[in-house]
């Protein structure tokens, strides 16, 4: 089984949605999340907050350097995740096209690396 990184993308130029209109998303989510337990695929997931909230940190010189916002300049941010097991890219990809319908979003599918012998 491999571990794969299903990520949720978001935009600034999205519009900031009503609770209407998203709590069905999230029992959409609530239910796929549900699914991926049941199938033993689960390992891990979460929201994140809005982009606004980032902070980056470079530790390499003598002492770190904080910067208020995301690490790159860029209109699109990851909005959540979901970490599952896979027996192999067909059936992330699988999972993943469930988790797209359910979140109402495109997701990307990245296999973790794996660790040197």
């Known amino acids: 089984m491999t571990q794969y990184l299903l990520s949720?993308?978001?935009?600034?130029?999205?519009?900031?949605?009503?609770?209407?209109?998203i709590q069905p998303v999230f029992d959409?989510?609530?239910r796929f999340n549900e699914k991926v337990r049941a199938?033993?695929?689960?390992v891990f997931a979460?929201?994140?907050?809005?982009?606004?909230?980032?902070?980056?940190?470079?530790?390499?010189?003598?002492?770190?350097?904080?910067?208020?916002?995301p690490?790159?300049?860029s209109k699109e941010y990851l909005g959540g995740f979901w970490?599952?097991?896979a027996a192999d890219l067909d059936e992330a990809l699988d999972w993943a096209a469930q988790g797209s319908?359910?979140?109402?979003?495109?997701v990307e599918v990245r296999p973790f690396?794996?660790?040197?012998?």
């Open 8 to 21: 949720v993308h978001g935009s600034v130029d999205d519009p900031d949605p009503k609770m209407e209109e």
């Open 28 to 30: 959409a989510v609530d």
């Open 39 to 42: 199938a033993g695929a689960w």
């Open 46 to 69: 979460g929201g994140l907050h809005p982009i606004g909230s980032a902070t980056t940190v470079d530790g390499q010189g003598d002492q770190p350097v904080v910067t208020d916002g």
């Open 71 to 73: 690490f790159a300049e």
């Open 83 to 85: 970490i599952i097991e």
């Open 101 to 106: 319908k359910a979140c109402a979003g495109k």
């Open 113 to 117: 690396a794996e660790e040197p012998a």
